[in-house]
């Protein structure tokens, strides 16, 4: 799926999954003092494994390796032993958050917040928890406790931002954003951001604006030249188009959202010498890797990407696959299933 185009859907629908992505990698800088309160690093060597710091320790460096459910077994062993463990505690709910557990990362956070609440970014780390959970009310009372404590705090507003969009109150995400940029000015994010609200709302000029700017900020940041991708195409400037989203692939390395909506882009654009069908596989192969075939929106790239190529069989399976993949009351769910009497029609998808 391109999460920037609408696929006859409002934006609105589609902007929320990226919103989703930035509010976990701001999990990340919580995370930061783990190694140093505990010792450990990628190149620790674990600690003897029968005491519980050493199974946070062996955790770590699974995590450290990519390591995820080896990471998870480990850190509850360290947990059945010393149930107080703050960062194993701490580790064990940000990996859960990652699985998309989220009742169960909410636990491991309560926890902190009931043993050390003045454990750093605790309170961020559990209102992106809630924002995963679309309590999103609950979401906005941590980031404002934080934000009692840390005024200053350019990416608790940046987060909170995006649980305003997600909530569609664009006015509250922008004097977020406008804060954020306040404190830090050249904070390529909240440029992004902002970009996006502009593209949802159809003022291509001004997302470019805010997209350029962010560029300008940070030039290697793939995600800007997607999201500006996704807006040229929007305004018929597919050479543009192309360009930015090979830009973020060749930039991107472990992101599947790059090389998805390349794969997009190349399977669904209106012009016909942007479309190729073979290399929209390849692409949308590698972000479904990526995101170990579970992403029903990945998937449904996949199918459009064989369509496209004239491989309808498999352009069927796929979409199925996206379909059962879909929770139930999916806002997307219907656009799939338009997509799927197409292919089984053999009709490619075209926006």
Same mark, same amino acid.
């Given at each position: 799926?391109?999460?920037?185009?609408?696929?006859?859907?409002?934006?609105?629908?589609?902007?929320?999954?990226?919103?989703?992505?930035?509010?976990?990698? =701001?999990?990340?800088?919580?995370?930061?003092?783990?190694?140093?309160?505990?010792?450990?690093?990628?190149?620790?060597?674990?600690?003897?494994?029968?005491?519980?710091?050493?199974?946070?320790?062996?955790?770590?460096?699974?995590?450290?390796?990519?390591?995820?459910?080896?990471?998870?077994?480990?850190? *509850?062993?360290?947990?059945?032993? *010393?149930?107080?463990?703050?960062?194993?505690?701490?580790?064990?709910?940000? /990996?859960?958050?990652?699985?998309?557990?989220?009742?169960?990362?909410?636990?491991?956070?309560?926890?902190?917040?009931?043993?050390?609440?003045?454990?750093?970014?605790?309170?961020?780390?559990?209102?992106?928890?809630?924002?995963?959970?679309?309590?999103?009310? *609950?979401?906005?009372?941590?980031?404002?406790?934080?934000?009692?404590?840390?005024?200053?705090?350019?990416?608790?507003?940046?987060?909170?931002?995006?649980?305003?969009?997600?909530?569609?109150?664009?006015?509250? =995400?922008?004097?977020?954003?406008?804060?954020?940029?306040?404190?830090?000015?050249?904070?390529?994010?909240?440029?992004?951001?902002?970009?996006?609200?502009?593209?949802?709302?159809?003022?291509?000029?001004?997302?470019?604006? *805010?997209?350029?700017?962010?560029?300008?900020?940070?030039?290697?940041?793939?995600?800007?030249?997607?999201?500006?991708?996704?807006?040229?195409?929007?305004?018929?400037?597919?050479? /543009?188009?192309?360009?930015?989203?090979?830009?973020?692939?060749?930039?991107?390395?472990?992101?599947?959202?790059?090389?998805?909506?390349?794969?997009?882009?190349?399977?669904?654009?209106?012009?016909?010498?942007?479309?190729?069908?073979?290399?929209?596989?390849? /692409? =949308?192969?590698?972000?479904?890797?990526?995101?170990?075939?579970?992403?029903?929106?990945?998937?449904?790239?996949?199918?459009?990407?064989?369509?496209?190529?004239?491989?309808?069989?498999?352009?069927?399976?796929?979409?199925?696959?996206?379909?059962?993949?879909?929770?139930?009351?999916?806002?997307?769910?219907?656009?799939?299933?338009?997509?799927?009497?197409?292919?089984?029609?053999?009709?490619?998808?075209?926006?």
């Amino acid at each position: 799926m391109l999460f920037f185009n609408n696929k006859n859907q409002p934006l609105l629908v589609c902007l929320q999954g990226v919103i989703y992505s930035m509010l976990l990698t =701001a999990l990340v800088p919580a995370m930061a003092g783990v190694s140093e309160k505990s010792g450990s690093g990628r190149n620790a060597v674990p600690a003897e494994k029968e005491t519980a710091q050493g199974y946070f320790d062996r955790g770590l460096q699974y995590y450290y390796e990519g390591k995820y459910e080896p990471a998870v077994n480990e850190l *509850e062993q360290a947990l059945r032993i *010393e149930p107080n463990h703050i960062e194993a505690n701490y580790m064990l709910g940000y /990996l859960l958050h990652k699985q998309k557990k989220y009742a169960a990362a909410l636990e491991r956070f309560n926890k902190i917040i009931q043993l050390k609440p003045n454990r750093k970014d605790i309170y961020v780390s559990r209102a992106i928890t809630y924002s995963a959970m679309r309590r999103f009310d *609950e979401s906005l009372q941590d980031f404002a406790l934080e934000l009692s404590k840390n005024p200053k705090n350019h990416r608790i507003y940046l987060n909170r931002g995006n649980v305003y969009t997600m909530k569609r109150q664009f006015d509250l =995400a922008m004097e977020d954003y406008n804060k954020a940029l306040k404190l830090k000015p050249d904070y390529a994010k909240a440029f992004r951001a902002r970009g996006k609200i502009y593209h949802h709302q159809k003022k291509y000029e001004q997302a470019l604006l *805010e997209l350029n700017a962010a560029l300008d900020s940070d030039p290697g940041y793939a995600r800007a030249y997607t999201t500006r991708g996704n807006i040229h195409n929007k305004m018929d400037k597919y050479q /543009l188009a192309l360009d930015d989203h090979q830009n973020a692939v060749a930039l991107a390395t472990n992101d599947y959202l790059p090389p998805n909506d390349l794969a997009w882009f190349l399977a669904t654009v209106k012009d016909k010498q942007y479309q190729n069908g073979k290399r929209a596989i390849e /692409l =949308a192969t590698q972000a479904c890797e990526l995101t170990d075939y579970k992403n029903p929106g990945v998937i449904d790239t996949l199918a459009a990407a064989y369509a496209r190529a004239g491989r309808f069989d498999k352009a069927v399976d796929w979409q199925l696959k996206a379909i059962k993949e879909s929770k139930p009351g999916d806002s997307k769910l219907e656009g799939k299933k338009r997509r799927l009497e197409l292919y089984v029609n053999r009709q490619a998808y075209t926006e």
